[in-house]
Each structure stands twice: as structure tokens, then as C-alpha cells.
């Protein structure tokens, strides 16, 4: 197969890279954004979901799509209240101090991944795909005779990828709705710009964090839902998603959820381009230096605004 074939089959990976990194790395964001909480625990959040979704798809076991199906529906919402709870019984009690929270989310993010360990053992699980159907694709070339189309040996992809690409961009479009439409994503803007004049307001900025916070999570765990097809699930797959996604919202700008989104898709498109042509590690190593770079030049991030 030619570079061309070749670069746009490693294109179409990175952006199913890049919509699984965008939903993770959008959780993330959120939760910073507006409670301004460091979230050492995302991965972990990420990993639960993973492995819940191959215990529901297990459990209704009738056909893969409606197990899928319930999985994601299910798992999310499962994971959304395990945070729910922790904002509660942890955050909440230590005030949301900077410093404590990391510490906090440090030891939910041990809690999480051993308690995942002892209770489904240290096995990856496979989930199996809802369709898995192998598309071919067509490759445009100007030669001799004119414009003409062929189809190279090996140029394809399978419809779940495709579907992943799409999931991604209809919830976060959701996301956005919910975020600049409702009553809902209104209070929660007006928590991020002001908590004490939300407060003030009538605004309970408590239960807000805590909603938040599950909202986070639950988008973490919609990506590894996702995922799980692809990548199989297993109780230390979190830290990977972990460190892409503090990557994307350091480089896109903390709190900005367009900036997440760019960000996620230009580390998502080079990290699966770099993969296929030289290896993984060198893909991290790039984005780890792009990361040095932004918080030297400029450390508010793509999108982010500099603090008054």
C-alpha cells in the first residue's frame, strides 16, 4: 500500500483515538472547570466503566447489540453515582481545598482499581462489538489516463470504528445543548464563573459539585464504554486515558471545554498517525514535550483565559 492509502488508514485511527480522548478528557475538564478539582481518580472512572460494561453485556447476554446497548446506557449511570457518592463523603468534607482533593483522589483512585481487582480479578475482559462489519475504502488518484479511483489492498475499516466517530460527536453535541440551552447547563456556568454569587443567589453549589462530578465521571465512562470492543477491559487500563486527558486539557486550556475539543483531536489525530508509522511511545514522548511547550509559551492553554 502507497504513503497515501497508508497516512489516511493511520488518519481514521487517530480520530477513533480522538473521540474516545475527547469525551475522557471533556469529564475531566468539566469537573475542573467548575468545582476546580484536580481529579487524580478520572482514570480509575474511566477503567469501572470499562469493566461494568462487560458485566452488563455479560449479564443481559440475549445479543450483542442490546448488550451494548444496556452498557451503555447503564454503565455511565453506574458511575456517575459512585461519584456522586465520593463528592459526598469525601470532597465535600474537606471543602474542596486544592490540596487535599489530590490527595483525596489519589487514594479513591487506589480504592477504585483495587477494589475492581478483588472483586473481577486481574483478567482483561472482551466485549464483543454490537456490528463489526468490514468496510473497504476508495483511494483518488491523478495518473496517466485522468482522475481515477481504486481500491488498495488493505485501505478499509470496520463500521464500529466509524460508530465510535459518531457517538463521540453526537454526545458531545448533546453536551453542548445541555450546557448552553438548559436551566441545568446555565446554574452550572454560573457556579463556574462566581460560586459565591451563585450561592448567594439561591444556587445550591453543593449539590451542583456533586452533579458535576457525576457528570464527569459518566462522560469518562461513556468513552471506555466505547472502548471496550476495541480495547479490552481490565483493572489497570486507567492510567493511559489519565495521562492523555490531563494532557488535552493542559494544552486545550483548563476549564475550556472548545479548547478540550481541539485539543483531543489534534493529540488524538498524532498520537494515531505517529503510532502507525514509527511507534506509541514516541507519540507520548511528542505530546509530553507539546505540553512543556504550551506551559512555557503560553500557559493558559489554546482557549484558556488568563486569570485577573
Known amino acids: 500500500m502507497e ?29 475542573f472547570g467548575v468545582m476546580r478539582v484536580v481529579n487524580v481518580a478520572h482514570g480509575e472512572f474511566y477503567m469501572i466503566g470499562a469493566v461494568l460494561a462487560w458485566v452488563v453485556a455479560s449479564m443481559v447476554g440475549v445479543t450483542p ?7 451503555l446506557v447503564i454503565a455511565p449511570l453506574v458511575v456517575g453515582a459512585i461519584a456522586v457518592v465520593a463528592d459526598r463523603v469525601i470532597l465535600e468534607r474537606i471543602a474542596y481545598d ?22 473481577f480479578g486481574p483478567d482483561a475482559r472482551p466485549v464483543e462489538p454490537p456490528f463489526n462489519h468490514r468496510l473497504s475504502l476508495p483511494w483518488f488518484e491523478w495518473g496517466e489516463n485522468g482522475f481515477a479511483m481504486f481500491w488498495p489492498w488493505g485501505l478499509s475499516i470496520t463500521s464500529y470504528k466509524l460508530f465510535v466517530i459518531l457517538a463521540a460527536i453526537a454526545i458531545l453535541t448533546a453536551l453542548w445543548l445541555f450546557m ?5 447547563g446555565l446554574i452550572m456556568r454560573a457556579t463556574q464563573q462566581d460560586s459565591e454569587t451563585a450561592q448567594a443567589f439561591g444556587i445550591p453549589v453543593g449539590r451542583v459539585y456533586s452533579y458535576v462530578f457525576g457528570l464527569g465521571a459518566g462522560l469518562a ?15 489497570l487500563m486507567g492510567h493511559d486515558p489519565l495521562l492523555l486527558s490531563f494532557i488535552v486539557v493542559i494544552i486545550g486550556g483548563l476549564g475550556s471545554l472548545p479548547g478540550t475539543v481541539i485539543a483531543a483531536f489534534l493529540i488524538g489525530m498524532s ?20 505540553v512543556a511547550l ?4 503560553r500557559p493558559q492553554g489554546l482557549m484558556g483565559r488568563v486569570e485577573r
Do not use: C, N, W
Open 65 to 71: 447489540a442490546l448488550g451494548f446497548l444496556a452498557a
Open 271 to 290: 498520537d494515531g498517525i505517529i503510532s502507525v508509522f514509527f511507534s506509541p511511545t514516541l507519540a507520548k514522548i511528542i505530546a509530553t514535550l507539546v
Open 98 to 119: 486544592p490540596d487535599r482533593t489530590i490527595v483525596a483522589t489519589i487514594g479513591l483512585l487506589y480504592i477504585i482499581q483495587q477494589t475492581t481487582l478483588m472483586t
Open 294 to 297: 504550551v506551559l512555557v509559551f
Open 221 to 235: 465512562a461513556m468513552g471506555a464504554v466505547l472502548v471496550v470492543p476495541i480495547q479490552q477491559a481490565h483493572y
Open 180 to 184: 448552553t440551552r438548559t436551566k441545568a
Open 3 to 31: 504513503f497515501g492509502p497508508h497516512l489516511m488508514l493511520a488518519a481514521l485511527e487517530g480520530a477513533v483515538t480522538a473521540a474516545i480522548l475527547a469525551l475522557t478528557a471533556m469529564g475531566l475538564s468539566i469537573v
